[in-house]
């Protein structure tokens, strides 16, 4: 079964920095394309950052520039540099596999708020 175990989240002011990370467990990590996504209030989850097996990143363009996807396959570990953080960044992020589906099952996700 997989386990998906997000953290890093927390509190900052707009500008300001979080690095996230998640581990996994359960899976063959280092073949399957990993994503963070984001939950607002009210909103649909969006991914906003992708990363191949090989280490190829690609971005949502809200985050673009600002945000940087990374892997760890020898820790079964995702990470993502959050820099310049926005008020509208604010949201629970997750992340899961990108490609062909998700996990089926998703971690409790961390919590970002951003204040202005």
């Known amino acids: 079964q997989v386990q998906l175990v997000e953290s890093g989240g927390g509190l900052v002011q707009a500008g300001g920095s979080l690095r996230l990370s998640c581990s996994a467990s359960g899976v063959i990590f280092g073949t399957n394309a990993m994503g963070w996504y984001r939950q607002a209030p009210g909103k649909q989850r969006e991914l906003v950052a992708q990363?191949?097996?090989?280490?190829?990143?690609n971005y949502a363009d809200s985050v673009k520039g600002r945000f940087t996807i990374s892997r760890d396959n020898a820790k079964n570990t995702v990470y993502l540099q959050m820099n310049s953080l926005k008020p509208e960044d604010t949201a629970v992020y997750y992340c899961n596999r990108v490609w062909p589906t998700d996990f089926g099952s998703w971690g409790q996700g961390t919590q970002v708020t951003v204040s202005s």
């Open positions: 990363i191949t097996g090989g280490g190829y990143p």
